[in-house]
Structures are given as C-alpha cells and as structure tokens.
C-alpha cells in the first residue's frame, strides 16, 4: 500500500469541498504553485502544511498517516 502527503492533501481537499484555486488563496499562493505542490512537483513547506491541516480541520498526523 503507497500514499503520499500530497495525495491524502487532496482527497482531504476534495473531501471538504474546496478547490485548487480556494487553497491557494488562502495559503497565499498561485493556482500554478498549489498545483504544483498537490501534485507532488514542488514541496509545501511546514508552515503551509500546517495552515492546510487548520483549513481542513485535520491534525497533520492523519494527513501523513492516511492511505486513501
């Protein structure tokens, strides 16, 4: 079984009803530069991880742990 933090990101996302475009906005980035980070070619850093795990109402440990 594989799963990536990028990847329990976005099913968490989905789950909660945002889009791409709503995240980035509230992290503060491009859509380009969420894009790139949901999937996997640029990193979020900690304090971005952090900010996601606050707007979907998760702890950061269910995020790494998942296998979606």
Request: hydrophobic share 35%; aromatic share 8%; glycine share 8%.
């Amino acid at each position: 079984m594989t799963f990536s933090i990028e990847r329990n990101i976005r099913a968490e996302r989905v789950r909660c009803g945002f889009t791409q475009l709503e995240m980035a906005k509230k992290l503060g980035l491009s859509a380009t530069g969420y894009n790139q980070k949901e999937n996997g070619k640029r990193q979020f850093t900690l304090e971005e991880f952090i900010l996601i795990c606050k707007i979907l109402g998760t702890n950061p440990e269910s995020l790494i742990n998942k296998s979606y």
